[in-house]
């Protein structure tokens, strides 16, 4: 590579990653299995769109609100850890990574960028899934919407995340925009943005974000990991 193509490089200083239906096509699952958790509270004829509105809260305050909203005479941490029982085997087992998921992180780990987990979803249940898949040796922390205090409409998870990247790897003050967030959700997406984050955007059939509000909010879009390379992301001029 000649110099003059080397010093068009824009080296990301860190990556950080939204887990289901970014790393791991585990949206499907979630979809299905809030219904059936209902179910054994004896709330029939539930769909996936019933959940909608609770998708961008962490998933303790999620149960939460399930009682609220359906009346459960259970409290929200029993309603959780039922939900955690039901999840345990799926990502430990179950769940699959995203296509050309392994490859990519394996790429961007070989050249040196340093990666954390930002993420909605238990921090346990993330590195179950992530470990089934060999995945997990990748990232320097997983931080959660709990830890951070606000859902992903806000971008403190990601602050936090990078926060703790930085401290575990010594990187000093990062700028934002020297960072992409890789994300599948709206919410996520526009959050990270007005934060000055750059962002990949990954479409993911199963989810709740249409394909085409997904390739707005992105500064790179794809549908699956084989589309996307590091010199595309080294050399985003955008």
């Given at each position: ?131 089934h898949h060999g995945l997990a040796s990748y990232f320097s922390n997983i931080t959660t919407t709990g830890e ?17 990247l930085s401290k575990d790897r010594d990187l000093g003050e990062v700028d934002h925009g020297d960072v992409w ?55 985003y001029g955008g």
């Open positions: 590579m000649s110099s003059s193509a080397t010093s068009c490089k824009r080296m990301p200083r860190a990556f950080i990653f939204d887990c289901d239906g970014t790393l791991l096509d585990s949206m499907g699952t979630w979809l299905s299995i809030q219904p059936k958790l209902l179910e054994t509270y004896g709330i029939q004829g539930l769909t996936s769109d019933d959940f909608a509105e609770f998708e961008h809260l962490s998933v303790e305050d999620e149960c939460a609100a399930y009682r609220v909203k359906w009346g459960l005479s259970a409290s929200g941490d029993e309603i959780y850890g039922r939900l955690m029982d039901m999840l345990r085997e799926e990502y430990a087992n179950v769940i699959p990574a995203r296509v050309g998921a392994a490859e990519f992180l394996a790429a961007a780990h070989e050249a040196g960028i340093p990666m954390a987990i930002a993420t909605s979803t238990p921090d346990f249940l993330v590195r179950s899934g992530l470990e951070a205090g606000r859902s992903k409409q806000h971008p403190d998870v990601y602050n936090l995340a990078l926060a703790r967030v890789f994300e599948d959700a709206a919410f996520g997406l526009m959050s990270s943005g007005e934060a000055g984050y750059r962002r990949v955007g990954i479409f993911d059939p199963a989810g709740r974000t249409t394909r085409d509000e997904v390739e707005r909010l992105s500064d790179i879009f794809i549908d699956e990991y084989p589309e996307l390379t590091l010199d595309a992301i080294y050399s």
